[in-house]
């Protein structure tokens, strides 16, 4: 699957994108982000706080329950403060 | 209409090609958002402003969707931009014509409130102390929640 990172989410991962192919207990969004915490301190700082963190899947806004599957593509980014 | 675009606009031409020579449409109410010199008693030299490319379109695409369904509207455009700007630069223009006024006033301002809290948008500050992303206001929740719950006349 392919992860996308956005604003002060990505400068604390240090990528932008990436593609991964987590084990097979990752089943929905919540244990993708607990998975990808434990990648690296960028990555556990930058998604330590689930309030601050909106996730897309397919580019669609989705909560921690949603499922991930192989070839989705997930964003990671803070509220959105456009306009 | 929707656009994401580096580039500058020019309101008048904008509004031309939106509802120029249409007559139908009796009013045009128009929002411009534009860079502030200040951010937190702080100077702003610059601000750098990201999206989601993809994202972005569809979900603007929905959200001039959903005024259509609230209001009777002619013609709506909604041009956002990205990169770094400058204080006094336009970052934004929503646009709603109508036949009436009051359709017009109130779809730019769904339009807007709910482009604030719905579209993959973030700016960065450039100021003296560093650079700093922009933390959602909750004033900016508060408007777009308040359409969920009002109806359109």
């Known amino acids: ?83 | 209409m929707i656009r994401i675009q580096r580039e500058d606009f020019d309101v008048g031409a904008e509004l031309e090609a939106l509802a120029g020579g249409n007559p139908k449409v009796g009013g045009v109410a128009v929002f411009v958002g534009l860079v502030r010199d200040v951010a937190g008693g702080e100077a702003v030299r610059a601000i750098t402003l990201e999206h989601y490319p993809g994202m972005t379109e569809k979900k603007l695409a929905e959200i001039e969707a959903e005024a259509h369904r609230r209001w009777p509207l002619e013609a709506t455009l909604v041009v956002h931009r990205y990169g770094e700007l400058k204080p006094t630069d336009r970052i934004v223009l929503v646009a709603a014509a109508s036949a009436h006024r009051d359709a017009a006033f109130e779809a730019c301002r769904f339009l807007i409130d709910w482009l604030k809290t719905k579209a993959p948008f973030w700016k960065l500050e450039d100021k003296a102390s560093g650079a700093q992303w922009v933390e959602t206001r909750e004033s900016d929740d508060a408007a777009a929640t308040a359409w969920t719950k009002k109806k359109s006349r």
């Not at chain 1, 960028?42 to 689930?50: I, S, T, V």
Request: charged share 25%.
């Open chain 1, 1 to 83: 699957m392919k992860i996308l990172y956005f604003a002060w989410i990505r400068t604390k991962t240090g990528i932008a994108a990436e593609e991964v192919s987590p084990p097979t207990d990752v089943t929905d969004v919540a244990s993708l982000i607990d998975w990808l915490k434990g990648r690296g301190a960028g990555f556990a700082e930058a998604l330590k706080n689930p309030n601050a963190v909106r996730v897309a899947v397919n580019q669609e806004y989705v909560k921690g329950d949603h499922p991930v599957r192989a070839g989705d593509e997930i964003a990671l980014f803070p509220p959105v403060t456009g306009g």
